[in-house]
């Protein structure tokens, strides 16, 4: 598991910060978010959208944030990570947590 303190030094661009929200959201790898397979083809081309994912049962193409709050704004990655990270921040110190 990544360390969030050092998320906006480490984490500053976007394909990095799509590797971190897929390895949290899928610890097992890609999971298809409407047929529940694991069976994938990245699709890689330079016309594709980075991070798109081809299911190979139901053939639908999906990536780690189809079906999130962040699929459905134009808001950066980075931006949504360092919102994740102050949150949870927010919520470690309420319930007494030091950042260790
Ligand atoms: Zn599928």
Redesign the pocket.
């Known amino acids: 598991m990544p360390s969030f303190a050092k998320l906006p030094a480490s984490y500053p661009i976007k394909a990095a910060c799509r590797t971190l929200l897929e390895q949290m959201g899928w610890p097992d790898g890609p999971k298809?978010?409407?047929?529940?397979?694991y069976d994938h083809l990245r699709l890689e081309a330079a016309s594709c959208r980075p991070g798109l994912i081809k299911?190979?049962?139901?053939?639908?193409q999906?990536s780690v944030t189809t079906h999130t709050l962040v699929h459905s704004t134009n808001l950066r990655l980075s931006t949504w990570i360092e919102a994740m990270y102050l949150s949870l921040a927010r919520s470690a110190a309420s319930l007494g947590c030091d950042e260790r």
């Not at 298809?32 to 397979?37: K, Q």
């Open positions: 298809c978010p409407l047929c529940g397979s299911c190979r049962d139901c053939s639908r999906y």
